[in-house]
């Protein structure tokens, strides 16, 4: 679609994490069996679950906004899943799997922090208030899924994945 106005571009972000959240809840059970810390499986599933709500919540805004609920492809979030399919197929000690894939879904958090950030800023200015607050909601359990994850990373798997031969 060509985007020309400030309320086609702010739809055309949601359609862009709508596709992500999705391609997030088809990585994350994958990633979380991938690693050998309990702590970092177990922050992975309990996001996993988040994630399946902040896909409705978009829903939701799509609702409010009168628009049909559709995924846009966003090649940065492809880009940061398939980094972390290299690297499981690359790395053999599964420790060093543990560090490299908390360090990506850090990366998928970080992504998802500026998106939603923006379009949080983007539906105040365009008096969505009502949109803004739902896409609040998501923007603070990304940063505290983030946060999360510094704490394990700094907490176990880092030092664990270091120790490994
Ligand atoms: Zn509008
Ligand atoms: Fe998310
Ligand atoms: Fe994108
Ligand atoms: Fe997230």
Sequence with gaps: MAIKTMEELFLHGLEDVYFAEKQIVKALPKMAKAVRSKELKDAMETHLGET?????????????????????????IEGL????????????????????????AQAVEHYEIARYGTLVAWARLLGHDDAADILEDTLEEEKNADRILTEIALAEVNAQAERAA
């Design 81 to 104: 899943i398939e980094e972390g399919q290299e690297l499981m197929k690359e790395t053999k000690d599964k420790d060093v799997v543990s560090a490299g894939l908390l360090a990506g």
């Design 52 to 76: 399946k709500e902040q896909v409705k919540r978009l829903e939701r805004v799509f609702k409010l906004l009168g628009k049909k609920a559709k995924g846009t492809e966003c090649p940065a």
